[in-house]
């Protein structure tokens, strides 16, 4: 089953206007997520390190007022994109790790977010 | 860093016929490798991955990769393909031995089966 949930699976929101997207962890905690974006046909981007209890890590060209990111406690991360346009629909991935860094990432099942 | 190079965007096959994925890695430091499938609007499956040990890893669906580390290789291989087995395929590098260490995709592989 599933241990990467991801919440919504599907968004359609207006231009201007803010949307949140929850990444949890299923029966294990998760200190450190990632957060990735695809556009249609292209490879998943890193945009930023979720770190619980810390600032996130934001890859260069990633605006971090934009993408705001929370790592509230061990099974919770959240992606809002603030103010969002036209250009900010795409897929947005996150993922974490079960175990340790030799383990690989388990991805949730994406949210597809359409800004009209 | 890392990069993940994937040689073919698409791969046309017919059903039961042997595939082959091709993905070259750069990094300067050694790295773990992945397989990743994903199916229409969903997120990434783990197909299989190498961290050390035998170069030939085994992975699930019938799919084995090959590490050639002179070659800075991971080919992606089935011997016999199904038609559900359409999907898009990422290789992917991390760092070996380094926590908190995210993973850089290659820009995927489209296989496509026929009957």
Known sequence: GAVVSQHPSRVICKSGTSVKIECRSLDFQATTMF???????QSLMLMATS???????????????KF??????????????????????SFYICSARIGPYNSPLHFGNGTRLTVT | AQSVTQLDSQVPVF??????????????????????VQYPNQGLQLLLKYLSGSTLVKGING????FNKSQTSF????????????????CAVSEANQAGTA??????TTLSVSS
């Open chain 2, 63 to 66: 799919f084995e990769a090959e």
């Open chain 1, 51 to 65: 770190n619980e209890g810390s600032k996130a890590t934001y890859e260069q060209g990633v605006e971090k007022d």
């Open chain 2, 75 to 90: 080919h992606l291989r089935k011997p016999s393909v199904h038609i559900s087995d359409t999907a898009e395929y990422f």
């Open chain 2, 15 to 36: 059903e039961e016929a042997p595939v082959e994925l091709r993905c070259n890695y750069s990094s300067s430091v050694s790295v773990y490798l992945f397989w990743y």
């Open chain 1, 68 to 89: 705001l990111i929370n790592h509230a406690s061990l099974t919770l991360s959240t992606l809002t994109v603030t103010s969002a346009h036209p250009e900010d629909s």
């Open chain 2, 103 to 108: 993973l850089i995709f290659g820009k995927g």
């Open chain 1, 35 to 41: 957060w990735y974006r695809q556009f249609p046909k």
